[in-house]
């Protein structure tokens, strides 16, 4: 009996203790709200834009063909240098020009060495002319007087005609050689062009673009040697068949291209007439400022104003960004709220919503380092 009571005492006391009510706890400190700037999603009317994809091409552009038949003795270029006017491009082999160069020049000089003998042929033929006249007018007064026969009248007569033909004729070989000489000078000028046809040169100032020849190869007339871009580009934009008609020439464009970061102003200069049939659009060009690093073939888009529009807009600040995803803090109740939002354009710091978020929505910006989903947040007001 006595064992037992030994046994039983502390577990009693166990269960006494474990009987007790626990002590109320002390209220713990409730965290700080964080102190927060907040904007108001709001409705703004923005320009509506049409944004148009396209080229940068050169404003003029000379593709460089010989004019003879002749192979290539020197090439001066090469791509990516810049040439002025009148610049010699690639020199053809000049033998066979030459040759008739100097053919001409040596027939031009044969007329010329023959000019003063004909000079002096037309002096004795009008020297004898004049005898014969003289002659001719004192028989006629002889045979006035009946003081020489019909015979001797005759004969002077004749040699009047005679002397007054090969003057004629010797004056016609004369003019003659004025003609040819006239004619020889032509040719010399024609050979001397044609040879200056070996000399290829630079029709304007610019940049080579494209190089297909070198020395040794044979030069065809029209066979395509080199592309010479002048400096000035533009824009070709594919526009849309439906936008067309809010697009006119002067129309200011915002302009943006790969490898410049920065929004380049600009006019539209020129809207093609036609229609591709296969994509439906228009091309319109759009002259560019003189820009450094501007080259054929940069990829371009142009954003043209067509009216205005609608939109809810926050400022870009508050929008956080990971991955794919957008996403804003929202002030309400006290709590901030992690939002995904679709984001729309964009204009200087305010940026387009286009779900998630709705107008009179409070908005955090900017978003305090650290800030969390469902932290207390009090809005300054």
């Known amino acids: 009996m006595m064992k037992h009571l030994l046994f039983s005492v502390p577990f009693f006391l166990l269960l006494a203790g474990c009987g007790e009510p626990p002590e109320a706890p002390s209220n713990e400190a409730q965290p700080q709200a964080i102190r927060v700037n907040a904007v108001t999603a709001s409705t703004q009317q923005w320009p509506s834009i049409y944004e148009a994809t396209g080229t940068v091409r050169a404003r003029t552009s000379a593709t460089i063909a010989a004019k003879w038949m002749g192979y290539v003795r020197e090439v001066s270029v090469q791509v990516g240098d810049r040439v002025r006017q009148g610049q010699l491009l690639v020199a053809l082999d000049t033998r066979d020009l030459d040759a008739s160069v100097n053919r001409a020049a040596a027939a031009r000089l044969q007329v010329r060495n023959a000019i003063p003998e004909a000079d002096s042929a037309v002096a004795a033929a009008k020297a004898n002319l004049d005898l014969a006249q003289s ?55 024609a050979a001397q062009v044609t040879r200056s046809y070996a000399e290829v040169q630079a029709p304007f100032s610019g940049i080579v673009t494209a190089k297909s020849v070198e020395p040794g190869n044979l030069a065809a007339p029209g066979a395509p ?22 697009i006119h020439t002067g129309q200011p464009v915002s302009v943006t291209l790969d490898g410049i970061d920065r929004t380049i102003d600009a006019h539209v200069s020129e809207i093609v007439p036609s229609v591709d049939a296969a994509s439906r659009a228009y ?10 690093g501007l080259r054929s073939g940069i990829f371009g888009r142009a954003r043209f104003q067509l009216g205005s529009r609608s939109v809810l807009a926050i400022p870009f600040a508050a929008v956080a960004g990971r991955g794919q995803l957008q996403s804003v803090f929202v002030a309400g109740n006290g709590f901030a709220r992690t939002r995904l939002i679709t984001l729309g354009d964009k204009i200087k710091d305010q940026v387009e919503v286009l779900s998630g978020l709705s107008a009179g929505e409070m908005v955090i910006c900017p978003v305090p380092q650290g800030l969390a989903d469902g932290a207390h947040v009090e809005v300054r007001p």
């Open 135 to 189: 002659t001719f007018r004192r028989m006629k007064q002889l045979y006035d007087k009946q003081s020489i026969s019909d015979q001797e009248f005759d004969e002077a007569t004749a040699k009047l005609k005679a002397t007054q033909a090969d003057f004629e004729m010797t004056r016609a070989k004369r003019t003659e050689l004025d003609a040819k000489l006239a004619q020889t000078d032509q040719e010399v000028r």
């Open 225 to 246: 040697l080199l592309t010479i871009e002048r400096d000035g580009y533009r824009l070709e934009a594919s526009v849309e068949e439906s936008k067309l008609s809010a």
């Open 283 to 292: 091309i319109v060009k759009i002259d560019l400022p003189a820009k450094t």
